[in-house]
């Protein structure tokens, strides 16, 4: 019963491949139980369109005409596909800047959604995993080093966590990617580990989930999203995890799932934590949706798991 709650597609995602229903597709092809579209949230400022928006000359009121395209698509898709995979419709929002509480609220408001993700792609509103160039240019505004724009970043999360307490918390410590040292360790950094540490009891609280993000791995980084580290200071405060390959088109759909269930089970998780459709159990904004928790073993004795691993020993192969 494999599934993936953070997925884009190239329809409606400038960085992605494929078709939502093709993204869709794969999945079930791939026998997934549950699927979640997030496509990312609209935009609403021109200062915050990426490099190669501005040069095909995207505006916010595109942005958010794809954003209303893609909600009608995703429901025609459910529509149709609804019988044979328990499909999820979410988002996954971006805190830029304190008034983008405002704005992911009023998507919330507009769209009967299932979830969303709760991510931090900007720190200073410059992204800081779109390349290097503008990852050191928000790291130059935080002072000039890895350890102050990490903490900035945590503590950017935490405003956003705080405002939303978003149901699935991604790709927790994406901030590591254009670093200098994308699989150094947190602990280095007192001011960094004790902010990553106030993060992860606040989302205890409120009973968010973070998720085990497999995109790391295609990144050439050692670990998935987040790292062993936090995942072990998640567990000792009784967190729960769910699963995402954050697959950007068809491709990457499942990609290294066998791999973060390993590194899972490596550092003591024992269960897994799945949104689908039924009656709220956890989080009275989305009424239709339950969680549950699935074994780490019934999930690793899936026929999917072997097919997976057989693609990654073909791609190492080619």
């Not at 509480?101 to 995993?129: A, K, M």
């Not at 540490?197 to 295609?218: K, M, P, T």
């Not at 949104?275 to 690793?300: I, N, Q, W």
Request: proline share 3%; net charge negative.
């Amino acid at each position: 019963m494999p599934f993936s709650h953070h997925s884009h597609s190239g329809q409606f995602c400038g960085h992605a491949q494929d078709t939502l229903e093709e993204v869709l597709q794969s999945a079930m092809e791939k026998k997934m139980q549950t699927l979640a579209f997030t496509e990312h949230m609209p935009r609403d400022q021109d200062a915050d369109l990426y490099p190669e928006e501005i040069k095909q000359s995207i505006t916010t009121t595109h942005l958010f005409a794809v954003f209303e395209a893609y909600c009608t698509e995703a429901q025609r898709l459910r529509h149709k596909y609804g019988s044979a995979i328990d499909l999820l419709i979410g988002l996954e929002i971006d805190w830029i800047r304190e008034t983008s509480q405002s704005l992911v609220e009023s998507l919330l408001t507009r769209y009967p959604f299932d979830l969303f993700i709760g991510s931090v792609h900007h720190v200073h509103t410059i992204p800081i995993d779109y390349s290097r160039d503008l990852y050191i240019r928000a790291r130059t505004r935080s002072g000039g080093g890895d350890e102050r724009l990490f903490e900035d970043y945590y503590d950017a999360q935490y405003d956003m966590v705080k405002a939303l307490t978003p149901p699935i918390v991604g790709h927790f410590d994406l901030i590591r990617l254009k670093s200098d040292e994308p699989n150094g360790s947190f602990r280095r950094w007192k001011g960094v580990w004790e902010r990553i540490l106030r993060n992860l009891d606040f989302i205890v609280g409120y009973g968010g989930v973070l998720e085990l993000n497999s995109a790391a791995l295609r990144k050439d980084m050692a670990e998935p999203y987040p790292k062993a580290e936090i995942c072990e200071a998640f567990l000792d405060r009784g967190g729960r995890f769910t699963l995402s390959d954050d697959s950007h088109g068809v491709d990457q759909v499942g990609f290294g799932l066998a791999q973060t269930l390993a590194f899972a089970e490596a550092i003591g998780v024992e269960r897994i934590s799945l949104f689908e459709k039924g009656s709220s159990t956890r989080d009275k904004r989305f009424p239709s949706v339950s969680v549950s928790d699935v074994s780490l073993t019934a999930l690793k004795t899936h026929a999917f798991l072997d097919r997976a691993k057989s693609d990654v020993d073909r791609r190492k192969i080619e």
